[in-house]
């Protein structure tokens, strides 16, 4: 009895620290970059207009080209070890280099377009992840957007999801990929509209772990 005691202990010694390191191996706080392809579309439900696009009562449509192009992100984190495979964590991603301009086009009497950027997007989540071996992590993320379009939209706000994984290189640094997808609220377009979208974007990049 008292051998197979002093046995279950050592198994235990030996293999239950290994193996809660697992998740372990990927806690504290980080840091990443990444660069990738932004994608954003906005639609316009349009309406009488009040004065700014078209004279008043006239009626007015618009709508957004679809755009694509290249973006970079850089985000800060930390992730908590909960049990040996899964970790929580708080995260926030920055994306203020978002260059190209998408056209807002609006049809009325008096047509006219009016070009503006999607740039400086704010990314909030919680994140929950699942420890794959030692060198592996794939997570989810949940949280809110916040992303300026020009002086006339200005500052919108949504719903982001992601999906992500990562593998460590070294005993420090990890390689990354991410899917993300925001949806955004009701805005209003400076008239009688309102605006709705969505954007999404593929990012692969590098990081660092503290």
């Known amino acids: 009895m008292k051998k197979t005691l002093v046995i279950s202990s050592v198994l235990c010694a030996l293999f239950m620290p290994c193996a809660y390191s697992q998740s372990k191996d990927w806690s504290g706080a980080f840091y990443d970059f990444?660069?990738?392809?932004?994608?954003?579309?906005?639609?316009?439900?349009?309406?009488?207009?009040?004065g700014f696009y078209a004279s008043n009562g006239t009626a007015y449509s618009a709508s957004v080209s679809d755009s694509h192009y290249l973006t970079a992100q850089m985000g800060w984190g930390?992730?908590?070890?909960?049990?040996?495979?899964?970790?929580?964590?708080?995260?926030?991603?920055?994306?203020?280099?978002?260059?190209?301009?998408?056209?807002?086009?609006?049809?009325?009497?008096?047509?006219?377009?009016?070009?503006?950027?999607?740039?400086?997007?704010?990314?909030?989540?919680a994140s929950l992840g699942y420890a794959i071996g030692s060198s592996d992590l794939g997570y989810a993320k949940l949280g809110i957007s916040t992303t300026n379009f020009n002086q006339v939209l200005g500052n919108d706000h949504g719903v982001l999801i992601g999906l992500g994984y990562k593998h460590m290189v070294s005993k420090d640094w990890f390689g990354l990929g991410e899917f993300n997808y925001t949806k955004y609220q009701n805005l209003n377009d400076g008239d009688a509209g309102y605006v709705t979208g969505n954007s999404n974007n593929v990012i692969v990049g590098m990081g660092f772990k503290f």
């Open 78 to 125: 930390y992730n908590f070890a909960i049990n040996d495979r899964l970790l929580v964590g708080l995260g926030l991603d920055i994306a203020p280099f978002m260059p190209k301009a998408m056209t807002f086009n609006v049809r009325s009497a008096a047509s006219k377009s009016m070009p503006f950027s999607v740039k400086n997007a704010y990314d909030s989540y």
């Open 34 to 50: 990444g660069v990738g392809q932004q994608n954003a579309s906005l639609n316009d439900s349009g309406g009488a207009s009040k």
